[in-house]
Structure formats: C-alpha cells, structure tokens
C-alpha cells in the first residue's frame, strides 16, 4: 500500500509557473506508475500527466502539451508536475495517484490517491 501527500500549490497569475510534488510512502515507489489529474468545480476529474515506474515513458493531456512536464525522483520517492504558462482554465485541484498496473489516462487504473492540492490561476 503507497500513501500520497501532495504540495506546491496556490495562486498564481496568469502565465506563471507553479511545481506540484507528490511525495509518497513505502519501499517499491518505483513500481508504481503514477499520474497527475485534477478537477475544476462542476467538471469530472481529468487526466493531466502520468510516467512510468522508471520514469522512462511519460503523457500529457493535449490540454497541458508543452506547458506541464511530470517528472519523478525514485530515490526521493516523489512525482513532480511542472506547471509553465498558466492559465485561468488551469485552477482546478490537482491529486497524484499510484498505480501497480503501468500507467495511463484513465483513473480507473489507479488504485491510490492524495487529497489534493488547490491550483488557482487569476487572469
């Protein structure tokens, strides 16, 4: 069983930058896949970003192309989402989750889940 806390979020301007970490509990973080989604009020939670147990392999939502870049430290057990040009359809709360079965978009594949951080992006 893996533990998620994540960190980093807040409020920011429009076209600024925000870094998410995930840092999770255990011994076997690297074989766990691991993804970022979030939810905006009203809205389903969506798939942002997710890499592989090696962090050799990684998505990201067309919506966040470019501008996010997840990334992981096995040795620090922690999953990072990098966040450049934000933009006001960006504030959402963001929650890491864990997976032993790959990776992927879908939240269905994840087993494990933070409580969220608030990401709030003013125009």
């Known amino acids: 069983q893996v533990q998620l806390v994540e960190s980093g979020g807040g409020l920011v301007q429009a076209g600024g930058s925000l870094r998410l970490s995930c840092a999770a509990s255990?011994?076997?973080?690297?074989?766990?896949?691991m993804g970022w989604f979030r939810q905006a009020p009203g809205k389903e939670r969506e798939f942002v970003a997710c890499?592989?147990?090696?962090?050799?392999?990684?998505a990201h939502a067309d919506s966040v192309k470019g501008r996010f870049t997840i990334s992981r430290d096995n040795a620090k057990n922690t999953v990072y989402l990098q966040m450049n040009s934000l933009k006001p359809e960006d504030t959402a709360v963001y929650y890491c989750?864990?997976?032993?079965?790959?990776?992927?978009?879908?939240?269905?594949?994840?087993?494990?889940w933070g409580q969220g951080t608030q990401v709030t992006v003013s125009s």
């Open positions: 989750a864990a997976t032993l079965y790959g990776y992927g978009s879908s939240r269905l594949l994840y087993n494990y």
């Open positions: 255990g011994r076997t973080f690297s074989s766990y896949g």
């Open positions: 890499i592989s147990g090696t962090g050799g392999v990684t």
